[in-house]
């Protein structure tokens, strides 16, 4: 009987196979095996082929979580009812536990639902409790290090990760967990050789796209975007291309090229039509093109796909920028609400809140949880830019200076980081640097923001010319002359206080 019991638990196991790729997990899953046939007469018989059956949901993601590619919400959703049945009648089955706890993450990433977050690390820690990790339960810490990234928990990610990597070094998805841990944190050494690392022992779509992320981080974006394009001609399922596709739309929109930006976004909504980060991505990018209309019509869709907070702030920018300040507010809050939700979930969701308090509510409160935040060792660019800016805005430029220079000097070519360095420095008297870095800002991308790109334009009219006078006044050492004519409403002769 016991015999016969090992057996069963031995077939209906599903072993873990791949965790997150940045904020979301990534499934794998290949190959499906089909058995041909024709029902009641045996194809062979006729010397026929049958068409394979369609697999379903559930058998899509069993072949998602046990060999490759991204599986759909559909499809992990069977994959979540499927395991939470097979496991009230198996509660001492450690790997069923870790797929149940990867697919909760790898859903939550996709739909919003914070909720899964604690659902999911109840499951992971329940396969922890069956197979503890000194005896060899990877899949779980494997998990755990997925579920961590995804809250945002980047030290707890590392933690997880580098256990994996010294108990077993080949399992390239805790070198796919390290990358995005290491990341987060800033260590951009560690990112690199991470990816090195995970490179050397895996070949496919997850090595490719967090090679390019790295590479996108370092400014290297003719390689970033050729091993995005790798990925996209690499994946396998109809979600994974989808997810391809949407990075490299990603690129080619920091690049400040909305139209081929969209090129890649609307392939990844013919494959997947409710995919979130595509409808956001596609949103900004008509935004650019002057298509309001269709892009709050998408920023609307993205937000029923996954009610983000970042997305609902996206969107009240983009009203407030033409003028309508009651939906603004509207989607100030409900951006407010939903991190807050998340929040109690485990979510870090300090630079989204952060975002909110330096622009649109109290720049002190953004300093103090950036500040936090520094402290506990996240110091990615991405934070060292909003805590720069929420100094700024609160009125200490002196102190802003210094992490809008980390943020902008480590290699990302970002139009928003430059934008925030330039009106720092422009606050400090720096006239030249402050007019170099305005123009950068503009020229890597134009319509960078519905809000803030127009500021710059206006802070770099009022700046003028550069003045005549050598080297001292280029580079911002004695403060320029008046520029003698400014456009209407510009104040150049007044050094700005903060301003968006």
């Given at each position: 009987m016991k015999s016969r019991m090992k057996s069963r638990m031995k077939t209906e196991r599903v072993t873990l196979a791949v965790l997150l790729t940045?904020?979301?997990?990534?499934?794998?899953?290949?190959?499906?095996?089909?058995?041909?046939?024709?029902?009641?007469?045996?194809?062979?018989?006729?010397?026929?082929?049958?068409?394979?059956?369609?697999?379903?949901?559930?058998?899509?993601?069993?072949?998602?979580?046990?060999?490759?590619?991204?599986?759909?919400?559909?499809?992990?959703t069977a994959l979540i009812g499927d395991r939470e049945k097979w496991l009230r009648a198996h509660p001492r089955d450690d790997a069923a536990w870790a797929v149940l706890g990867a697919a909760y993450v790898e859903r939550a990433a996709r739909n919003g639902d914070t909720a899964s977050y604690v659902r999911a690390e109840k499951a992971l820690k329940r396969s922890l409790t069956v197979l503890p990790a000194a005896r060899g339960n990877v899949d779980a810490q494997l998990g755990l290090a997925a579920l961590a990234n995804?809250?945002?928990?980047?030290?707890?990610?590392?933690?997880?990760?580098?256990?994996?990597?010294?108990?077993?070094?080949?399992?390239?998805?805790?070198?796919?967990?390290?990358?995005?841990?290491?990341?987060?944190?800033?260590?951009?050494?560690?990112?690199?050789?991470?990816?090195?690392r995970l490179r050397k022992v895996h070949s496919g779509v997850p090595a490719l796209s967090r090679a390019s992320q790295v590479y996108r981080d370092k400014g290297w974006r003719e390689d970033a975007a050729a091993l995005a394009a790798d990925a996209v001609a690499l994946?396998?399922?109809?979600?994974?291309?989808?997810?391809?596709?949407?990075?490299?739309?990603?690129?080619?929109?920091?690049?400040?090229?909305?139209?081929?930006?969209?090129?890649?976004?609307?392939?990844?909504?013919?494959?997947?039509?409710?995919?979130a980060p595509?409808?956001?991505?596609?949103?900004?990018?008509?935004?650019?093109?002057?298509?309001?209309?269709?892009?709050?019509?998408?920023?609307?869709?993205?937000?029923?796909?996954?009610?983000?907070?970042?997305?609902?702030?996206?969107?009240?920018e983009l009203y407030e920028a033409h003028g309508l300040d009651g939906d603004a507010r509207a989607q100030y809050r409900l951006s407010h609400e939903w991190a807050s939700e998340s929040l109690t979930h485990g979510v870090n969701a300090t630079p989204v809140l952060a975002r909110y308090e330096a622009d649109h509510g109290d720049p002190a409160t953004a300093v103090r949880w950036l500040t936090a935040e520094w402290a506990r060792g996240h110091r990615s660019v991405q934070v060292a830019d909003a805590l720069g800016w929420a100094l700024y805005r609160a009125g200490k430029p002196e102190e802003a200076l210094r992490y809008a220079k980390r943020a902008t000097e480590q290699g990302l070519r970002s139009a928003l980081f430059t934008?925030?360095?330039?009106?720092?420095?422009?606050?400090?008297?720096?006239?030249?640097?402050?007019?170099?870095?305005?123009?950068?800002?503009?020229?890597?991308?134009?319509?960078?923001?519905?809000?803030?790109?127009?500021?710059?334009?206006?802070?770099?009219?009022?700046?003028?010319?550069?003045?005549?006078?050598?080297?001292?006044?280029?580079?911002?050492?004695?403060?320029?002359?008046?520029?003698?004519?400014?456009?209407?409403?510009?104040?150049?002769?007044?050094?700005?206080?903060?301003?968006r």
């Amino acid at each position: 009987m016991k015999s016969r019991m090992k057996s069963r638990m031995k077939t209906e196991r599903v072993t873990l196979a791949v965790l997150l790729t940045g904020a979301g997990a990534v499934l794998a899953g290949a190959v499906l095996l089909y058995v041909p046939g024709v029902p009641g007469v045996p194809g062979a018989l006729r010397g026929e082929v049958a068409a394979p059956p369609a697999p379903g949901p559930l058998a899509r993601a069993r072949a998602a979580v046990s060999a490759g590619a991204q599986a759909t919400v559909p499809e992990l959703t069977a994959l979540i009812g499927d395991r939470e049945k097979w496991l009230r009648a198996h509660p001492r089955d450690d790997a069923a536990w870790a797929v149940l706890g990867a697919a909760y993450v790898e859903r939550a990433a996709r739909n919003g639902d914070t909720a899964s977050y604690v659902r999911a690390e109840k499951a992971l820690k329940r396969s922890l409790t069956v197979l503890p990790a000194a005896r060899g339960n990877v899949d779980a810490q494997l998990g755990l290090a997925a579920l961590a990234n995804a809250r945002g928990d980047f030290a707890a990610a590392k933690r997880w990760g580098e256990a994996v990597r010294k108990q077993e070094p080949r399992r390239w998805q805790a070198h796919a967990a390290l990358v995005d841990a290491y990341s987060g944190l800033g260590d951009h050494a560690a990112a690199d050789k991470a990816v090195e690392r995970l490179r050397k022992v895996h070949s496919g779509v997850p090595a490719l796209s967090r090679a390019s992320q790295v590479y996108r981080d370092k400014g290297w974006r003719e390689d970033a975007a050729a091993l995005a394009a790798d990925a996209v001609a690499l994946a396998v399922t109809p979600a994974e291309r989808a997810a391809c596709l949407q990075r490299l739309g990603d690129l080619a929109w920091e690049r400040g090229e909305p139209e081929e930006a969209i090129a890649s976004y609307e392939p990844a909504l013919r494959l997947l039509p409710g995919h979130a980060p595509s409808l956001a991505g596609r949103a900004r990018a008509l935004a650019a093109l002057g298509r309001i209309d269709e892009a709050l019509r998408d920023y609307g869709a993205a937000m029923d796909a996954a009610p983000l907070p970042e997305y609902a702030l996206e969107a009240g920018e983009l009203y407030e920028a033409h003028g309508l300040d009651g939906d603004a507010r509207a989607q100030y809050r409900l951006s407010h609400e939903w991190a807050s939700e998340s929040l109690t979930h485990g979510v870090n969701a300090t630079p989204v809140l952060a975002r909110y308090e330096a622009d649109h509510g109290d720049p002190a409160t953004a300093v103090r949880w950036l500040t936090a935040e520094w402290a506990r060792g996240h110091r990615s660019v991405q934070v060292a830019d909003a805590l720069g800016w929420a100094l700024y805005r609160a009125g200490k430029p002196e102190e802003a200076l210094r992490y809008a220079k980390r943020a902008t000097e480590q290699g990302l070519r970002s139009a928003l980081f430059t934008y925030h360095r330039g009106q720092i420095e422009r606050a400090l008297g720096q006239y030249g640097p402050a007019r170099r870095s305005l123009t950068q800002a503009l020229r890597t991308h134009p319509a960078f923001s519905p809000l803030l790109a127009p500021k710059a334009r206006q802070a770099l009219a009022a700046l003028g010319e550069p003045p005549t006078g050598g080297p001292a006044d280029v580079h911002g050492s004695k403060p320029a002359p008046k520029p003698a004519r400014s456009p209407a409403g510009a104040s150049p002769s007044a050094t700005p206080g903060p301003s968006r």
